[in-house]
């Protein structure tokens, strides 16, 4: 088991950055891949960025090029430049056991991030 807490989130104008950071309670190696999710007020929670174990990244349409996911074993990381208030969301972070179902593993609790004038 692994426990997992996000912080980093905020308040923060369009155009401007925040970095997510989810910490996790031990290594990661185990997991496969690890990710970032969101969900926004009346919607279904999305995928935004998945990272494996050996580096290979993944990012929704509406990111790409401005999201950036990353890991040192020990958290995962959500660099979001470019911010528009439709990023507007609780985001969560994910990690998973190799072959196991989008969506299964284990969850933080999220943090929330708000992006407005």
């Known amino acids: 088991q692994v426990q997992l807490v996000e912080s980093g989130g905020g308040l923060v104008q369009p155009g401007g950055s925040l970095r997510l950071s989810c910490a996790a309670s031990?290594?990661?190696?185990?997991?496969?891949?690890m990710g970032w999710y969101r969900q926004a007020p009346g919607k279904e929670r999305e995928l935004v960025a998945t990272i494996t174990t050996g580096g290979t990244t993944n990012y929704a349409d509406s990111v790409k090029g401005r999201f950036t996911i990353s890991t040192d074993y020990a958290n995962v990381y959500l660099q979001m430049n470019s911010l528009k208030p439709e990023d507007t969301a609780v985001y969560y972070c994910?990690?998973?056991?190799?072959?196991?179902?989008?969506?299964?593993?284990?969850w933080g609790q999220g943090t929330q991030v708000t992006v407005s004038s």
């Open positions: 031990g290594t990661l190696f185990s997991f496969n891949p």
């Open positions: 994910n990690v998973r056991y190799p072959s196991s179902q989008a969506g299964s593993g284990y």
